[in-house]
């Protein structure tokens, strides 16, 4: 096997493992259009991998963040310098991490300036809100939270349906596709959070306007998607969409998730349609 298709195998196999919502849809999608948002998609979960876990501390999550948007503003990304900077963190750091630049390298020369000013303001932005302590006080803060952990993945998606065959779509409306993913993601998670003591829920907000300020962007999704005609585009648009659509309404009914079933059938449906 050739080193490229390799790397390409291990790529499919951590997108695999490390994403529940978007692994589905991405095997959907035509070549080179699959390992383009794959890879993509790694960069991006690389960084989010720092931003999130829950063994490193506060200083140690900038320092590895702000590092690594450094390293990814020049137009050779050094795989040196990076292995150099997680080395230390190697036990504690995962896979998808560890190897950036790898995914970088699977990303074609079309795209990968935008895959990494992506990721790069994406790690910026995480940074400075670990600096923070995820201090989210009103709507304007959960907004900028959300757009760096979420609607930064809906822009780089329009650059890459954009690239791939000329789809143009509203970046507003991409950023509102991400953030309503996320909302989902905060108010199934909130429980959760509030153990480990961090709430991305702004300073007086009851669970019910959680609830409007998610259907709110998911109703921005809505409209994103009416730009796209590329079917296998749609189609991987559509199922990440309707997944948060039912887990929100799942929530709204009291369960915590929607089931394995309720997932393969609304995945099912799409493709059929």
Known sequence: MS???????????????????????????????NQTVGAAYLCMRAVDEIEDHEELDTETKQYLLRTTCDLLKYDVFDEKAYSELVQPYVTQLPEVTLRLGDWLEICPDGIVENVKASTRIMAAGMADWAK????????????????????????????????????????????????GLQAVNILRNQDEDSERGVSFVPDRWTRDDLFSYTEKNLAMADEYMKDINTRTIKLFCRIPLALAKRTLKALKEGREKISRNEVETIVQDIKED
């Open 132 to 179: 923070k302590g995820w201090n989210i006080k009103d709507e304007g803060d959960l907004d900028d939270y959300t757009y760096y952990v979420a609607g930064l993945v809906g822009i780089m998606l329009s650059d890459i349906w954009e690239w791939y065959d000329g789809t143009e779509t509203d970046r507003e409306l991409a950023i509102g596709y991400g953030r």
């Open 3 to 33: 080193e490229a298709k390799k790397l390409q195998k291990d790529a499919n196999n951590i997108l695999k493992q490390t994403s529940r919502t978007f692994y589905i849809p991405i095997t959907l999608l035509k070549s080179p259009l």
